[in-house]
């Protein structure tokens, strides 16, 4: 078509541009391109070229050139000549368009002329087509649809492919008038899978779906069913079976249905539940439905796997289901009529019609009973709804039930009254007065009201008591009198209360309360009172009541105890804590310690009593209690050089990290005395001076620790002698100790060490043995400096044991291990003494001391 | 290779459909490879059970609308005029291999293919107002180029057996009118007959 058109527009150029008729038809020019598709937004540029001819003919060159789009002059800044014999036109970003595009040449004269004429189109290339989906109509061929995306302004050819895996089927092409959609020629086989995709085509460009691969089974939409048949139940009047015909498809698909139902007047679809239909069937029978209602059905199909489509719904089909027998009774009441006849009267009963849904069939006729007090019963059938008869003026009681195919109603009961009703009304006597309605179509809402003939005085007062009494008030609180001691409409009640000597104090109360609660009462009173109820013709005092008011209100006494106690409780706990935090004080002065000789030891005490226990002790004893700590004074002469004490305690320091957590029987050991071959091989000639110019005890101990002999005996120095126990006691020497680590310039005169071994380090030699050889870290040249120690302990010490001599022999270099090994039974048996000690009683004295009392070295 | 397959496969296809084919070709299972135009689906077997059993649910009415179409003496003659008796009809064996029942399922498509050609073609000759008639032939026709196609991918995808050789029922262009009928109805009882079988074997 676009084509054609642009053949046609040359065409019309070519004959304008003839010169003269029966000449050989050439154009004056013609324009690049001549195909002139162009995409919108794109720039598009079209020469126009003049043949020499024209020129030489019309004098002109490609200056004359302009250029015209539907008649209208293109703006000369578009133009661009190329050269003498032609020029271009450019459109930027061309939009929307579908003109004709003419090259004019300006002749002599301002003669305009075409010579030459081109259609151009602008659109866009297709897009790539989206949402392809296909659909079997049973019966019919597939037809297949998808989006074509935006509007191309071109002619676009859309072409349905398809393929099996091993054909391929003719395409489908889409008609112009549904681009969007194309049914193919071949009839569906299901249960083979096909392969289908739109290709769209314009003259801007080509492009394809994506594939699609399905069986055309799980694209059927199933022709609806068709229902043959709503039939009822006589047994069952709530039911109705529903059979249909389905799609030939169930012969080898499953299907599965969805019924709805409505009554014939509703409007909404009532649906039965999908898990009771979701097979392959032809009858389904509906429940639950209202006797003697008809029903309106409707049903539709798919595959029950649920791919594909439902079906149309079918045509609708109705049913009635069966009569149960009607299900209320039908309201009825009576109108009397006056009759001049003597002792009797007519009595007509009205009833109006069941509405359908309580009928449940078709009525047929209704029965009436009439019965006397203590007679026989009238039975009266009647197809009409009023029955009029005449009767007594007894009091009759009437039953109405209606009946249909089925069976009979329940029974309305309706009771006239006897005829001298009107007569008996007594005065001071409450009635309740109903007025019912009686409409067209049956009794309106009944209205009541109460009331009496003539009103009196109640005959009997109200009962007053107390609900509650307080300091000052009392709730008072009364039952309503009784409707038959009332005898008119209580209006009000006054209550007159009183003290023993006081005045009568009266206070009226409304009818609806059935408390109140007198205030302003004095405490520690009795008070009487009573209540009268009044009625519009007077009022009745009822019985007195007397209580008493309390003297303290209730939590009075509690809001004075309990802040006394806890005063009293807190002042007593602040009490404590100061005993608690200033104990020590009052223990110095209330009950200080006495120490008790037969209870005392001589501390353990070696020439070379290391000052660094010190530090130990304090890891010991944080808190600074120093209860059980033994106490070695030396006199130490400040005058000496001390770098090799703190040497040495540095070596401690180094052992300890060594050998911590490993009880080690050198540096591990918590014991004091596991520190001393430090201090010997360090301080040996200054440990002699020591000796020489201190008074000095010592004791060898020979006692273990439960049991445990010990393998050694160790020779303990010690000034300690009664006087110490005062050095104990002063707090100078406790701040001494803790500038041990703290001041290198000071070198403690009293020196503190605890003899304090664990259980685990008085365990036998074997582990000694072993953790010994964990400390593998302490070098040789600490071994041989505690061998020395060891030789000159035992020098000094000649009770030396055994086992001090076998570690004597051991090399020094070979017996690391065994040398550890004596080395540290000899540090336990020190640590089993202090072990021992635990259990005793603190005392001032040193507590590596044998029991028995000093002995001097 | 999948241009050549798409030559190829619908060239066989078409060859299997001819009417009124000669003698029986020898069976020469060839191992050249295959492919096929897109891959099988997975539920190939199941599908070819699905056209076994829907074959199989329209093969008795096709079978009565036919010889019902033909008119006596073929309703109250059945068993002499419509006895399954087609004596080079392709065997099946139920009990062999699934490449095996499928090469054979695949000879015994194509052979009724080609008959129920041959009687669709007489049909509209002998009863041209049998339309229904007419339309189940070619539905029938229908799915059985479908499940031949879906023997061929599967035999194709999992075993690579791009051809099976196939024989083909006797040519009845020439036979007279009552020949024609008698051995279409003989087919269409022996299709009947075999198509159940084949329903139960896969």
């Known amino acids: 078509?676009?084509?054609?058109?642009?053949?046609?527009?040359?065409?019309?150029?070519?004959?304008?541009?003839?010169?003269?008729?029966?000449?050989?038809?050439?154009?004056?020019?013609?324009?690049?391109?001549?195909?002139?598709?162009?995409?919108?937004?794109?720039?598009?540029?079209?020469?126009?070229?003049?043949?020499?001819?024209?020129?030489?003919?019309?004098?002109?060159?490609?200056?004359?050139?302009?250029?015209?789009?539907?008649?209208?002059?293109?703006?000369?800044?578009?133009?661009?000549?190329?050269?003498?014999?032609?020029?271009?036109?450019?459109?930027?970003?061309?939009?929307?368009?579908?003109?004709?595009?003419?090259?004019?040449?300006?002749?002599?004269?301002?003669?305009?002329?075409?010579?030459?004429?081109?259609?151009?189109?602008?659109?866009?290339?297709?897009?790539?087509?989206?949402?392809?989906?296909?659909?079997?109509?049973?019966?019919?061929?597939?037809?297949?649809?998808?989006?074509?995306?935006?509007?191309?302004?071109?002619?676009?050819?859309?072409?349905?492919?398809?393929?099996?895996?091993?054909?391929?089927?003719?395409?489908?092409?889409?008609?112009?008038?549904?681009?969007?959609?194309?049914?193919?020629?071949?009839?569906?086989?299901?249960?083979?899978?096909?392969?289908?995709?739109?290709?769209?085509?314009?003259?801007?460009?080509?492009?394809?779906?994506?594939?699609?691969?399905?069986?055309?089974?799980?694209?059927?939409?199933?022709?609806?069913?068709?229902?043959?048949?709503?039939?009822?139940?006589?047994?069952?009047?709530?039911?109705?079976k529903l059979t249909w015909t389905d799609s030939r498809f169930k012969s080898f698909i499953t299907l599965k249905y969805d019924i709805q139902y409505r009554t014939k007047d509703a409007s909404t679809w009532n649906q039965v539940p999908p898990e009771d239909t979701s097979s392959t069937r032809s009858s389904f029978t509906v429940q639950?439905?209202?006797?003697?209602?008809?029903?309106?059905?409707?049903?539709?199909?798919?595959?029950?796997?649920?791919?594909?489509?439902?079906?149309?719904?079918?045509?609708?089909?109705?049913?009635?289901?069966?009569?149960?027998?009607?299900?209320?009774?039908?309201?009825?009441?009576?109108?009397?009529?006056?009759?001049?006849?003597?002792?009797?009267?007519?009595?007509?009963?009205?009833?109006?019609?069941?509405?359908?849904?309580?009928?449940?069939?078709?009525?047929l006729d209704y029965e009436v009973t009439l019965t006397r007090w203590k007679s026989h019963s009238q039975n009266y059938t009647v197809t009409d709804t009023k029955l009029t008869v005449n009767v007594t003026n007894d009091r009759y009681i009437a039953t109405l039930t209606a009946r249909n195919l089925v069976g009979k109603s329940d029974a309305s009961v309706l009771t006239i009254p006897a005829w001298d009703f009107q007569g008996n009304l007594v005065e001071s006597k409450c009635y309740l007065i109903t007025v019912t309605p009686v409409y067209a179509d049956g009794p309106g809402s009944p209205e009541h009201i109460k009331a009496y003939l003539k009103q009196a005085a109640p005959s009997k007062g109200p009962t007053v008591r107390t609900k509650k009494v307080g300091k000052n008030e009392a709730v008072l609180e009364w039952d309503q009198l009784p409707v038959d001691v009332q005898n008119g409409f209580i209006r009000n009640y006054t209550i007159f209360y009183r003290t023993v000597i006081g005045n009568e104090t009266a206070v009226n109360v409304d009818s609806s309360h059935t408390e109140y609660t007198l205030s302003s009462l004095t405490s520690d009173t009795l008070y009487m009172v009573r209540m009268a109820a009044y009625t519009d013709e007077g009022g009745k005092d009822g019985p007195e009541f007397t209580f008493t008011t309390p003297k303290f209100a209730q939590g009075e006494i509690e809001a004075i105890v309990v802040p006394v106690?806890?005063?009293?409780?807190?002042?007593?706990?602040?009490?404590?804590?100061?005993?608690?935090?200033?104990?020590?004080?009052?223990?110095?002065?209330?009950?200080?310690?006495?120490?008790?000789?037969?209870?005392?030891?001589?501390?353990?005490?070696?020439?070379?009593?290391?000052?660094?226990?010190?530090?130990?002790?304090?890891?010991?004893?944080?808190?600074?209690?120093?209860?059980?700590?033994?106490?070695?004074?030396?006199?130490?002469?400040?005058?000496?050089?001390?770098?090799?004490?703190?040497?040495?305690?540095?070596?401690?320091?180094?052992?300890?990290?060594?050998?911590?957590?490993?009880?080690?029987?050198?540096?591990?050991?918590?014991?004091?005395?596991?520190?001393?071959?430090?201090?010997?091989?360090?301080?040996?000639?200054?440990?002699?001076?020591?000796?020489?110019?201190?008074?000095?005890?010592?004791?060898?101990?020979?006692?273990?620790?439960?049991?445990?002999?010990?393998?050694?005996?160790?020779?303990?120095?010690?000034?300690?002698?009664?006087?110490?126990?005062?050095?104990?006691?002063?707090?100078?020497?406790?701040?001494?100790?803790?500038?041990?680590?703290?001041?290198?310039?000071?070198?403690?005169?009293?020196?503190?060490?605890?003899?304090?071994?664990?259980?685990?380090?008085?365990?036998?030699?074997?582990?000694?043995?072993?953790?010994?050889?964990?400390?593998?870290?302490?070098?040789?040249?600490?071994?041989?400096?505690?061998?020395?120690?060891?030789?000159?302990?035992?020098?000094?010490?000649?009770?030396?044991?055994?086992?001090?001599?076998?570690?004597?022999?051991?090399?020094?270099?070979?017996?690391?291990?065994?040398?550890?090994?004596?080395q540290v039974e000899r540090f336990e048996t020190v640590g089993m003494e202090a072990a021992v000690d635990e259990g005793m009683p603190k005392s001032y004295l040193p507590q590596t001391v044998r029991r028995g009392g000093y002995m001097p070295q | 290779m999948k241009v050549l397959a798409a030559g190829v496969v619908p060239l066989l296809l078409v060859l299997h459909w001819r009417h009124g084919a000669g003698s029986p070709l020898p069976i020469t299972p060839v191992n050249a490879t295959c492919a096929t135009r897109h891959p099988c689906p997975s539920n190939l077997m199941n599908q070819i059970r699905n056209q076994l059993g829907q074959l199989n649910s329209s093969a008795n009415s096709l079978f009565i609308l036919y010889y019902t179409a033909q008119g006596e003496p073929f309703p109250n003659n059945l068993d002499k005029l419509c006895s399954p008796n087609v004596t080079d009809f392709p065997p099946f064996h139920a009990n062999g291999t699934e490449k095996a029942r499928l090469v054979e399922l695949y000879r015994i498509i194509a052979y009724l293919g080609a008959s129920l050609g041959n009687i669709t073609r007489d049909q509209k000759v002998l009863n041209p107002y049998a339309h229904g008639l007419h339309s189940k032939l070619n539905s029938t026709a229908d799915v059985l180029r479908g499940l031949l196609s879906n023997v061929l991918c599967r035999l194709c995808s999992k075993y690579h057996v791009s051809h099976v050789d196939v024989t083909y029922g006797p040519d009845t262009s020439g036979k007279d009118v009552f020949q024609k009928k008698k051995l279409g109805c003989q087919l269409l009882g022996k299709y009947k007959q075999v198509i159940a079988v084949l329903a139960q074997a896969f």
Not at chain 1, 115 to 126: D, N
Not at chain 1, 301 to 307: L, W
């Open chain 1, 1 to 240: 078509m676009f084509t054609l058109q642009t053949w046609i527009v040359q065409a019309l150029f070519i004959f304008l541009t003839t010169e003269s008729i029966g000449e050989l038809i050439v154009p004056c020019a013609h324009i690049h391109p001549e195909s002139s598709v162009i995409q919108l937004g794109s720039n598009f540029t079209a020469v126009c070229v003049l043949k020499e001819k024209c020129m030489d003919d019309y004098h002109v060159t490609a200056n004359d050139i302009f250029w015209k789009t539907s008649r209208v002059t293109v703006p000369y800044k578009q133009y661009t000549v190329i050269n003498r014999t032609a020029s271009s036109v450019t459109f930027p970003n061309i939009s929307l368009i579908n003109a004709l595009l003419t090259c004019n040449i300006r002749m002599f004269g301002q003669i305009n002329r075409s010579v030459y004429g081109i259609r151009i189109i602008s659109g866009f290339p297709p897009e790539k087509p989206k949402n392809l989906s296909c659909i079997v109509n049973e019966g019919k061929k597939m037809m297949c649809q998808w989006d074509p995306g935006r509007e191309t302004h071109l002619e676009t050819n859309y072409t349905l492919k398809s393929e099996w895996a091993t054909e391929k089927f003719d395409d489908c092409k889409a008609k112009r008038d549904t681009p969007t959609s194309c049914t193919v020629d071949y009839p569906p086989v299901y249960f083979v899978n096909i392969e289908v995709w739109v290709e769209a085509e314009n003259a801007l460009g080509k492009v394809a779906s994506d594939h699609i691969n399905f069986d055309p089974i799980d694209k059927v939409k199933l022709n609806p069913p068709h229902i043959l048949s709503v039939n009822n139940s006589k047994e069952l009047s709530s039911i109705l």
């Open chain 1, 565 to 822: 106690c806890l005063a009293f409780l807190l002042t007593t706990l602040l009490g404590v804590l100061f005993c608690f935090n200033k104990r020590d004080l009052i223990k110095k002065h209330i009950w200080p310690n006495v120490p008790d000789p037969s209870k005392s030891h001589i501390a353990q005490w070696s020439p070379h009593t290391p000052p660094r226990h010190f530090n130990s002790k304090d890891q010991m004893y944080p808190d600074g209690n120093f209860t059980d700590v033994s106490v070695v004074e030396i006199e130490a002469n400040d005058k000496k050089p001390f770098p090799e004490d703190l040497k040495s305690l540095d070596l401690f320091k180094k052992e300890k990290v060594n050998t911590e957590g490993h009880s080690s029987g050198i540096g591990g050991s918590s014991c004091m005395s596991s520190s001393r071959p430090s201090i010997s091989s360090s301080d040996e000639n200054e440990s002699a001076q020591n000796t020489s110019s201190t008074v000095q005890y010592s004791t060898v101990v020979h006692s273990g620790y439960r049991h445990q002999v010990p393998s050694v005996q160790v020779f303990s120095r010690s000034e300690s002698t009664q006087p110490l126990l005062d050095s104990e006691e002063r707090p100078e020497d406790l701040q001494l100790v803790d500038n041990v680590d703290g001041s290198d310039g000071i070198l403690p005169r009293q020196r503190y060490f605890k003899q304090n071994c664990s259980q685990h380090e008085t365990s036998p030699d074997i582990s000694h043995f072993e953790r010994s050889q964990q400390v593998s870290s302490v070098n040789e040249e600490d071994f041989v400096r505690l061998k020395q120690q060891q030789i000159s302990d035992h020098i000094s010490q000649p009770y030396g044991s055994g086992k001090m001599k076998m570690f004597q022999e051991v090399p020094a270099v070979d017996a690391f291990g065994p040398g550890i090994e004596g």
């Open chain 1, 288 to 363: 639950d439905l209202k006797p003697f209602t008809e029903y309106v059905f409707r049903i539709r199909c798919m595959k029950e796997d649920g791919k594909g489509f439902w079906s149309d719904w079918s045509e609708e089909a109705s049913g009635i289901t069966y009569e149960d027998r009607p299900s209320k009774a039908p309201s009825f009441w009576y109108k009397i009529e006056p009759s001049h006849a003597h002792g009797t009267r007519s009595v007509q009963l009205k009833w109006k019609t069941l509405p359908p849904f309580e009928a449940n069939g078709k009525i």
